[in-house]
């Protein structure tokens, strides 16, 4: 299967307008002694079609799971990890020692010792994360498109009790019949009554499932237009915004300052992150104002003018551009 985002940009309209097309509809229609406007008029009720401009759902769904799939091996180790000597987790272990507990401190530590086991579901994707992590926009169709499948389920479980029920009804209605028993025809009016409020439910359960559709489709056209486009987007956008709150007022002498600013900062930061690992559940603004005041303390001079605003918004400068993005990444692996 090509990449499903390949259509996004392979756009191309019909070779002929509706207007020639009709035209030669009607000219063919009376060159043949037939209704001129037989099967000339069409319109966007006649059938779907955006000329491949929008992957279908299944397209986008094999591409949500290639996006989160540089994760598993994450997820597996973190498994292993936690798993008991035959690589399972025995949740039935678990459950007997639960049963036999005597005190709250012992159930405190099997709820600690289970809590490990699912303990990849802290990563920062599921906790929240950003648009610009890598693999969220993945993350999340998935478990759009999860809720979804959860939800349609629900209808069909309403209504495959609600056919059942009217099959039974005719079947318990037809034997008392056959054994002379009337039965009060509003029986099954008040039974029927009954499931007035799961028919209720399913209907509710569409107007998710449409709401989270929309999603998915949004989350999917998002990662592409940031794949393309969100590098020089932020990029031009930050450098402008980030000129005057950064403290740069557009002077070269200023914009020089900054600039060796940035350049002290950044090895700050990825050696800060790549020796403290646990720092990764703390916010992006957390960590960057923590690294100013290590870059501070050994370079007051430099930093002299600087704030807990300021060392947030040179964070979000070093992701916005991808050669100094790249040069954190090597920092990182550099200081491991």
Do not use: C
């Amino acid at each position: 299967m090509t990449n499903p985002k390949e259509r996004l940009v392979d756009f191309k309209l019909r070779a002929e307008p509706p207007s020639k097309l009709m035209a030669r509809k009607i000219v063919e229609n009376l060159s043949k002694n037939q209704d001129p406007l037989a099967g000339a008029f069409t319109n966007i009720l006649d059938g779907y079609d955006d000329r491949g401009y929008t992957p279908s759902l299944a397209q986008i769904e094999t591409w949500a799971l290639s996006e989160v799939k540089a994760m598993t091996d994450t997820f597996a180790a973190l498994h292993r990890d936690n798993a008991d000597a035959s690589g399972d987790i025995n949740l039935t272990e678990i459950l007997s020692k639960i049963a036999g507990d005597d005190g709250p401190n012992s159930m405190d530590v099997l709820v600690e010792s289970l809590a490990k086991t699912f303990s990849w579901m802290d990563t920062p994707f599921f906790r929240g994360g950003s648009p610009l992590d890598a693999h969220w926009h993945g993350v999340q169709i998935n478990s759009a498109m999860l809720q979804s499948a959860n939800r349609s389920g629900k209808i069909v479980d309403t209504l495959d009790d609600l056919l059942q029920f009217a099959l039974e009804s005719r079947i318990h209605g037809a034997t008392e019949f056959a054994g002379g028993f009337t039965e009060d025809p509003e029986v099954f009016k008040r039974s029927f009554d009954e499931k007035q409020r799961q028919i209720k439910s399913a209907l509710e359960e569409l107007s998710a499932i449409k709401d989270f559709a929309a999603k998915v489709g949004f989350l999917f056209r998002d990662a592409w237009w940031l794949d393309e486009h969100s590098d020089a987007a932020l990029k031009g956008y930050l450098a402008k915004e980030t000129a005057v709150k950064a403290g740069t007022a557009g002077g070269k002498a200023s914009s020089t300052a900054r600039a060796k600013r940035i350049e002290a900062f950044l090895p700050v930061h990825a050696r800060m992150m790549s020796r403290n690992p646990i720092l990764i559940d703390d916010s992006p603004e957390e960590l960057a104002i923590r690294a100013m005041k290590i870059a501070k303390k050994a370079n007051p001079g430099l930093f002299e003018k600087t704030s807990s605003k300021t060392a947030i918004e040179y964070w979000e400068y070093i992701r916005s551009d991808a050669d100094l993005w790249k040069r954190y990444q090597e920092k990182i692996k550099y200081f491991k």
